[in-house]
């Protein structure tokens, strides 16, 4: 009876899993905008991280929006916004780290771990979301350097880890647009040893004569190539662009 019951609930995961993957790849044939769900927390639980979430509103995610818009213009799709970003309630709990070490098994299980977390700690929205980004906001007092961003594209969440404070808000949009678009099977297009975008699919102007300086990132390149061996993180969005194969993932071309 037991092993009947176990092997019902294996199917029905397994089927749950089916549905949820054929409908991953119909959104990216790009019929409708995908619904974004920015869930704030307080990585630092201090009251000085918890006063600037407080001043976030919905506005403050749009130039996200709009840039996605621009881009999706620029390869002709015929969705006029490809993103609808929505800013939902705090969420008091930290999604789970992803482990250090890289070990296969180590990162199915945080993947799982992170999905059943994303399943718990989702406040509810007007319109469901297709995509959950946690954006943990840090005091750049305490925590000088950030932990890596990573975001999942079976079940599309995100775990992105941003400054709180108003000097770093152009800045934490283009970390939020990056690991957005890994929601929707874009893959990084840098050196993860060195950060250096790879040339040529993480530069925005391959064919640039002469190469260096890059007037633009590649967004999935992460920074901006300055010389052969220096890079930097853009400063707003504008300065970002999506290359032809990033737009071909992601199904834009």
Known sequence: MWKKIRIFILLLILATVAQQSLQED???????????AIYPVNADKSEK???????????????????????????????????????????????PAPPDNGNVFAVIFWSLKFRYFAWVHAPKMAIKPDI???????????????THSTALNKGRIGRVNVFAEAGYAKKNLV??????????????????????PQYPDG????????LYPQQF??????????REDVAEIPKQLGLTLIGNKTAREIGWI
Request: charged content about 25%; cysteine-free; overall charge neutral.
């Open 49 to 95: 991280v918890s006063a600037y979430i407080k001043t976030l509103s919905q506005e403050d995610f749009e130039p996200v929006a709009q840039y996605f818009t621009e881009e999706a213009q620029r390869y002709q799709l015929p969705l006029r916004r490809p993103f609808e970003l929505r800013l939902g309630e705090t969420v008091q709990k930290i999604p």
């Open 132 to 146: 959950k980004l946690y954006l943990l906001y840090h005091d750049p007092i305490t925590n000088q350097r950030l």
């Open 203 to 210: 530069f925005a102007e391959p064919n640039k004569s002469p």
């Open 26 to 36: 119909a959104d990216l044939k790009w019929n409708k905008n995908l619904y974004v």
């Open 175 to 196: 970390i939020l647009a990056h690991e957005l678009l890994h929601t929707v099977k874009a893959t990084d297009k840098y050196d993860t040893t060195t950060g250096l």
């Open 217 to 226: 990132a590649e967004l999935m390149g992460a920074r901006l190539p300055i």
